[in-house]
């Protein structure tokens, strides 16, 4: 009963590394999304992929690029970390693009950029 | 623009008192609404949702929501608290016929349920 599982957890990186977010889902779930959490400000959408093949940009997209590798897997790079990346990502799927579709998300990953 | 506002950053309520969290949204056209639940360290939880019909929404774990389209407001209430509710709690909104799936959060408002 997995739902959607993210790795890595945790991750602390130097300003300028580069790093892939995963997330996988078992749901056979048409969309996934990619979000970040900050403190006072809610979730912010990044990315999202309403199907195999289609993806778009969110609200935030600057600094991040996506691949959605296959129906299940949907995954976040970010190519030169900036402090300002310093945040919770959460990867969410949902049975279709229409937006009646409640989004199960993962547990996230803690991201520290120093 | 679509927007979610959550009034309250924080909400305190004793133990067996009924609760209200608070929302507004801003939207064109008719909205989608949505609550979640998050406990520290982990993902969001779907909670309930309105597409339309009944005004009043039943949820998990004995919440409900009351659609206010005058007011456009989406408060989440609970007739009975339980300190197992404390948590963060997200309104978030979606425009019907939007086929993207995308919400929209509100910034989220801490229960603190006391014994």
């Known amino acids: 009963n997995a739902g959607v599982t993210q790795t890595p957890k945790f991750q602390v990186l130097k300003t300028g590394q580069s790093m892939t977010l995963q997330c996988a889902q078992d749901?056979?779930?048409?969309?996934m999304y990619w979000y970040r959490q900050d403190p006072g400000m809610g979730l912010r959408l990044i990315y999202y992929?309403?199907?195999?093949?289609?993806?778009d940009k969110g609200e935030v997209p600057n600094g991040y690029n996506v691949s959605r590798l296959n129906k299940r897997e949907f995954s976040l790079r970010l190519e030169s970390a900036a402090p300002s990346q310093t945040s919770v990502y959460f990867c969410?799927?949902?049975?279709?693009?229409?937006?009646?579709?409640?989004?199960?998300f993962g547990d996230g990953t803690r991201l520290s950029i120093l | 623009a679509q927007s979610v506002a959550q009034p309250e950053d924080q909400v305190n309520v004793a133990e067996g008192n009924p609760l209200t969290v608070k929302c507004t949204y801003s939207v064109s056209g008719n909205p989608y609404l949505f609550w979640y639940v998050q406990y520290p360290n982990r993902g969001l939880q779907f909670l309930l949702k309105?597409?339309?019909?009944?005004?009043l929404v039943k949820g998990s774990y004995g919440f409900e929501a009351e659609f206010n389209k005058s007011q456009t407001s989406f408060h989440l209430k609970k007739p009975s608290a339980l300190v197992s509710d404390s948590a963060l709690y997200f309104c978030a909104v979606s425009a019907l016929g939007a086929n993207t799936g995308k919400l929209i959060f509100g910034q989220g408002t801490t229960l603190q349920v006391k014994p």
């Open positions: 969410a799927s949902s049975g279709s693009a229409a937006v009646r579709q409640p989004q199960h």
């Open positions: 749901m056979n779930h048409n969309s």
């Open positions: 992929s309403a199907s195999e093949g289609t993806t």
């Open positions: 309105y597409i339309t019909g009944d005004n």
